[in-house]
């Protein structure tokens, strides 16, 4: 049981708006920036988000993080078909001195 | 342009000794910390431990559930990073990602393709 929580699925329409929650501790996420990625299968993880709500080059503004206390959330507005994947939260834990992974959420367009 | 590719991986028996490698390119290797992540569909992704630049001590961290079993080195020399995984179980069985930077604590941005490590008698 990981340490960080995500839900292990979520779903949506083309179009809509969805949000994949992240929940920690105190000593991981309410401390620390929380980091996204993205996985298409077979493909290695693709970073999506940094520092709780920073977007590298080349994502698109529809993809964005947020955070507050001990969650953290990813929105991805404008769903597309080509946003079905798996999305992964990591973040370092004071405690443990090592990073945490949550345990991902396969994200579905109907 | 920065690229990481691992080699090395393949059916090991269990007990067995396996070593991974990790080549860099397109950036300064020795200025970085490299880190291991490895992936099971149980499990999802799983941090397996860093080594630190050697201006930063180079020294190693490893998760418990490969501590003292796992050693990571580097050859700065070479742009290469090593994983070597002795007294393999079958749990280890996984794809091995090697990564510029630690994961939860930097923009580690760049990952490796990907090696499969499979322990099976």
């Known amino acids: 049981q990981s340490v960080v929580t995500q839900p292990p699925s979520a779903s949506g329409t083309p179009g809509q708006r969805v949000t994949i929650s992240c929940s920690g501790g105190?000593?991981?996420?309410?401390?620390?920036?929380v980091y996204w990625y993205q996985q298409l299968p077979e493909t290695a993880p693709k970073p999506l988000i940094y520092r709780n709500d920073q977007r590298p080059s080349g994502v698109p503004a529809r993809f964005s993080g947020s955070k507050s206390g001990t969650s953290a959330s990813l929105a991805i507005s404008g769903l597309r078909s080509e946003d079905e994947a798996e999305y992964y939260c990591?973040?370092?834990?004071?405690?443990?001195?090592?990073?945490?992974f949550g345990g991902g959420t396969k994200l579905t367009v109907l | 342009e920065v690229q990481l590719v691992e080699s090395g991986g393949g059916l090991v028996q269990p007990g067995r000794s396996l070593r991974l490698s990790c080549a860099a390119s397109g950036f300064a290797f020795g200025d970085y910390a490299m880190s291991w992540v490895r992936q099971t569909p149980a499990k999802g992704l799983e941090w397996v431990g860093f080594i630190r630049s050697e201006a930063n001590g180079g020294t190693t961290e490893y998760a418990a559930s490969v501590k003292g079993r796992f050693t990571l080195s580097r050859d700065d020399s070479q742009s290469i990073a090593y994983l070597q995984m002795s007294s393999l179980k079958i749990e280890d069985t996984a794809i091995y990602f090697c990564?510029?930077?630690?994961?939860?604590?930097?923009?580690?941005?760049?990952w490796g393709q990907g090696t499969l490590v499979t322990v099976s008698s």
């Open positions: 990591v973040t370092w834990d004071d405690s443990l001195s090592a990073p945490v």
């Open positions: 105190s000593s991981n996420i309410g401390s620390n920036y």
């Open positions: 990564i510029r930077d630690i994961p939860g604590a930097t923009r580690a941005h760049y």
